[in-house]
C-alpha cells in the first residue's frame, strides 16, 4: 500500500495541476491555486512519517479527503483573486 502512495499521490498532483492550468491559462495561478493542496498532503504525510504511523485504506481515504477540500479552497481563492485582477 505505501508503495501505491509515492506512485498516486505525485500522479494526482500532475493531474490537478494540469487542471488548473487548463481552467485558468496562467501557470502562476495554477501553483496558487494548489499549495493548499500541496501543503495539505504533504503536512498529513510528514505526520504520518513521523508518528510512524502505517498508511492504510482509511487514513487514504482522509488524505483524499483532505486533498478535494483543500483544492476546492484554491480554486475558490485563485479564482477570487484573479477576477479582482481583472476588474
Do not use: Q
Not at 487542471?19 to 504520518?48: H, M, N, Q, T
Amino acid at each position: 500500500l505505501t508503495e501505491d502512495v509515492f506512485f498516486i499521490l505525485p500522479l494526482a498532483f500532475a493531474l490537478v495541476f494540469i487542471l488548473l492550468f487548463i481552467e485558468f491559462r496562467d501557470w502562476r495561478l495554477s501553483i496558487l491555486a494548489c499549495l493548499p493542496f500541496f501543503s495539505g498532503a504533504g503536512l498529513v504525510c510528514w505526520f504520518y512519517a513521523w508518528m510512524n504511523w502505517p498508511l492504510t485504506f482509511m487514513t487514504l481515504i482522509g488524505l483524499v479527503m483532505i486533498c478535494g477540500c483543500s483544492v476546492d479552497y484554491g480554486i475558490f481563492v485563485t479564482d477570487a483573486l484573479n477576477r479582482k485582477r481583472l476588474h
